[in-house]
């Protein structure tokens, strides 16, 4: 599985930006998908997952009410749509996939370049 994600940039705070994260390879619709942020200088952090059925589990502390994650098998695509950005929002932002995970892991099989989200105040 090879992971791409895009929709990065550069957004004022308050804003919205929605990032996707394509997937080629066999089997996607297995696939359990997460998104991980990092900020300069700090670990990677979990954000949201979205597991093959649908199941869906968020950072709340960080993103709460802010963040959805959404997938669509037949594009082989997982969407995260980011509003009500912060400025705290700003990191590179990654996806990745396994089979079977605990959500929060990071020790999730397969990773995407990251793609760069900058919140401005």
């Known amino acids: 599985v090879q992971l791409q994600a895009s929709g990065g940039g550069l957004m004022q705070a308050g804003g919205s930006l929605e990032l996707s994260c394509r997937a080629s390879?066999?089997?996607?619709?297995?696939?359990?998908i997460a998104w991980f942020r990092q900020a300069p200088g700090k670990e990677r952090e979990f954000v949201a997952a979205?597991?093959?059925?649908?199941?869906?589990?968020f950072n709340d502390d960080a993103v709460k009410g802010r963040f959805t994650i959404s997938r669509d098998n037949a594009l082989n695509t997982v969407y995260l749509q980011m509003n009500s950005l912060k400025p705290e929002d700003t990191a590179v932002y990654y996806c990745?996939?396994?089979?079977?995970?605990?959500?929060?892991?990071?020790?999730?099989?397969?990773w995407g370049k990251g793609t760069q989200v900058t919140v401005s105040s």
């Open positions: 990745a996939a396994d089979l079977k995970v605990a959500p929060t892991s990071k020790e999730y099989a397969y």
């Open positions: 390879g066999l089997g996607f619709s297995r696939y359990d």
């Open positions: 979205i597991s093959w059925s649908g199941g869906r589990e």
